[in-house]
């Protein structure tokens, strides 16, 4: 067992590091930062993903949202060299997002299987056309 701050390797152990949807669930993400660069061999890569425009979940475990700023600033800080940033969804990930919120408020259809997955086709062009517009690195 260990914690993300402190991962029981040597210094320099992994070429590469993949944190995903996680670092906006810490409440110290400076040191997670400063384990990255402890265990990240010297020209290694860490690919971190964080959510931007989602509500608030798995509370009380929700803590920051991160924008380019920020998480150019928190590799700097802590040696890392920040290659780019790719947006992933934008203004229709974010619509389809709280359109999903609203269903699950107003419609009572958790326990419905079948609705849920009519909904989810129902939504998914919002979701692919997302994904599509969001390809660019800043």
Same mark, same amino acid.
């Given at each position: 067992?260990?914690?993300?701050?402190?991962?029981?390797?040597?210094? /320099?152990? *992994?070429?590469? $590091? +993949?944190?995903?949807?996680?670092? &906006?669930?810490?409440?110290? =993400?400076?040191?997670?930062? /400063?384990? *990255?660069?402890? $265990? +990240?061999?010297?020209?290694?890569? &860490?690919?971190?993903?964080? =959510?931007?425009?989602?509500?608030?979940?798995?509370?009380?475990?929700?803590?920051?949202?991160?924008?380019?700023?920020?998480?150019?600033?928190?590799?700097?800080?802590?040696?890392?060299?920040?290659?780019?940033?790719?947006?992933?969804?934008?203004?229709?990930?974010?619509?389809?997002?709280?359109?999903?919120?609203?269903?699950?408020?107003?419609?009572?259809?958790?326990?419905?299987?079948?609705?849920?997955?009519?909904?989810?086709?129902?939504?998914?062009?919002?979701?692919?056309?997302?994904?599509?517009?969001?390809?660019?690195?800043?």
């Amino acid at each position: 067992k260990s914690s993300i701050y402190e991962v029981p390797v040597q210094d /320099q152990s *992994f070429d590469y $590091i +993949l944190c995903t949807q996680v670092i &906006a669930h810490l409440e110290f =993400p400076e040191k997670a930062f /400063q384990e *990255f660069s402890r $265990i +990240l061999k010297s020209g290694g890569k &860490a690919f971190i993903t964080v =959510p931007l425009g989602q509500g608030e979940h798995q509370i009380p475990y929700d803590y920051y949202r991160y924008t380019q700023y920020a998480l150019r600033g928190l590799g700097e800080r802590n040696g890392l060299r920040l290659i780019s940033i790719v947006p992933q969804g934008g203004i229709f990930m974010n619509l389809e997002y709280m359109l999903w919120q609203s269903f699950t408020i107003f419609i009572p259809f958790k326990s419905n299987v079948l609705i849920t997955y009519i909904i989810f086709v129902l939504m998914l062009p919002l979701k692919l056309t997302a994904v599509r517009l969001s390809q660019k690195p800043i």
